[in-house]
């Protein structure tokens, strides 16, 4: 039987533009070309986990426009479950506005719709989804008491609960990390929690010190070119990134929560689930877009470094 990996979290539709450099305050810039894509942090994770070889369930939800079921039918046909996305009347649904530039910088605000409607209740009514996991993901698009309550359920059912803190400003309320078994931050998100500056492998073990201190179980943290640092109480192991010439890094690190996410539910230890997501993650910043850009599992599996 597949390992069942569920992910609570957000759907966006992505609005993307392809301009030389992101724009200054109060400029106007002419762009080089307009897509619209599937994305949303919860979603892109449960696409990764889903084409990285895992049984998917999504719990979310989405507004009742015309984005709705287009989010809703872009999981579906990955094979994700998606009985527990509910339509919330009388809101749009979750979008990103998202510009990329020449160099594969991206500069993106989100609005929440829909996601802003998951509600613990809702949850509770899902309560059967969350037994069925193996692995329960949850970011930060969607109501933080949606995620306290999702991260403490998953603790009490025994679960393996991930948190990837993305998008992070603040630090975390201090009662999640005994729920949390893995903390993916990356560079950012790790000062925003720790309130430490993190720009270097040195300052990376300072945060996530700080993050097992404050009673997270084991912690990732991601940063990007410079690899990942894995910090599990006992000491830190550092893991370099792929080489490959980037596009557009939109959805690498839901890429790899997805991806160390499906490799942990199916029995891989923690340093092959780390490469594992690592290389999907790779492979994620050569092709543009939030969910066309994740790999496959033979893609990840025929990767070769050049
Ligand atoms: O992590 C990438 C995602 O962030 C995009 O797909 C966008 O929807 C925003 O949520």
Same mark, same amino acid.
């Given at each position: 039987m597949q390992a069942k990996v569920v992910v609570v979290g957000s759907l966006n539709m992505d609005l993307v533009t392809r301009a030389e450099r992101?724009?200054?305050?109060?400029?106007?810039?002419? @762009?080089?070309?307009?897509?619209? #894509? %599937?994305?949303?942090? =919860?979603?892109?994770?449960? $696409?990764?986990?889903?084409?990285?070889?895992?049984s998917v369930s999504m719990i979310g939800c989405v507004g009742d426009d015309a984005y709705g079921p287009q989010l809703r039918d872009a999981?579906?046909?990955? @094979?994700?479950?998606?009985?527990? #996305? %509910?339509?919330?009347? =009388?809101?749009?649904?979750? $979008?990103a506005l998202i510009v990329v530039d020449d160099n594969s910088q991206n500069a993106i605000v989100i609005v929440a719709g829909g996601n802003g409607c998951l509600s613990p209740e809702m949850l509770k009514g899902f309560d059967a989804v969350l037994q069925d996991a193996d692995v329960i993901i949850c970011q930060l698009e969607v109501p933080m008491d949606t995620v306290g309550y999702a991260l403490k359920r998953g603790r009490e059912l025994g679960k393996t609960v991930i948190l990837n803190p993305a998008p992070a400003s603040a630090p975390l309320p201090a009662d999640w990390y005994?729920?949390?078994?893995?903390?993916?931050?990356?560079?950012?998100?790790?000062?925003?929690?720790?309130?430490?500056?993190?720009?270097?492998?040195?300052?990376a073990r300072a945060a996530a010190t700080q993050l097992m201190a404050a009673g997270a179980g084991k912690v990732i943290v991601t940063l990007g070119a410079q690899g990942s640092l894995f910090a599990d109480g006992q000491g830190f192991a550092h893991f370099p990134a792929p080489k490959v010439k980037a596009l557009d890094t939109t959805a690498a690190g839901d890429t790899f929560v997805g991806g160390f996410a499906a490799a942990l539910a199916r029995g891989q230890?923690?340093?092959?689930?780390?490469?594992?997501?690592?290389?999907?993650?790779?492979?994620?910043?050569?092709?543009?877009?939030?969910?066309?850009?994740?790999?496959?599992?033979?893609?990840?599996?025929?990767?070769?470094?050049?």
């Amino acid at each position: 039987m597949q390992a069942k990996v569920v992910v609570v979290g957000s759907l966006n539709m992505d609005l993307v533009t392809r301009a030389e450099r992101l724009p200054r305050a109060g400029e106007t810039l002419v @762009g080089q070309s307009f897509a619209t #894509v %599937s994305g949303g942090k =919860g979603a892109n994770q449960a $696409v990764a986990a889903a084409r990285l070889g895992a049984s998917v369930s999504m719990i979310g939800c989405v507004g009742d426009d015309a984005y709705g079921p287009q989010l809703r039918d872009a999981l579906v046909a990955e @094979g994700i479950d998606c009985q527990a #996305v %509910s339509v919330a009347a =009388g809101v749009s649904s979750g $979008v990103a506005l998202i510009v990329v530039d020449d160099n594969s910088q991206n500069a993106i605000v989100i609005v929440a719709g829909g996601n802003g409607c998951l509600s613990p209740e809702m949850l509770k009514g899902f309560d059967a989804v969350l037994q069925d996991a193996d692995v329960i993901i949850c970011q930060l698009e969607v109501p933080m008491d949606t995620v306290g309550y999702a991260l403490k359920r998953g603790r009490e059912l025994g679960k393996t609960v991930i948190l990837n803190p993305a998008p992070a400003s603040a630090p975390l309320p201090a009662d999640w990390y005994a729920s949390i078994d893995y903390l993916i931050p990356n560079e950012s998100e790790a000062s925003a929690l720790s309130g430490l500056p993190v720009d270097s492998l040195e300052s990376a073990r300072a945060a996530a010190t700080q993050l097992m201190a404050a009673g997270a179980g084991k912690v990732i943290v991601t940063l990007g070119a410079q690899g990942s640092l894995f910090a599990d109480g006992q000491g830190f192991a550092h893991f370099p990134a792929p080489k490959v010439k980037a596009l557009d890094t939109t959805a690498a690190g839901d890429t790899f929560v997805g991806g160390f996410a499906a490799a942990l539910a199916r029995g891989q230890g923690e340093a092959e689930a780390i490469r594992f997501g690592q290389v999907a993650a790779a492979l994620s910043v050569t092709r543009a877009g939030a969910q066309p850009s994740i790999p496959h599992l033979s893609d990840v599996q025929g990767f070769k470094s050049p």
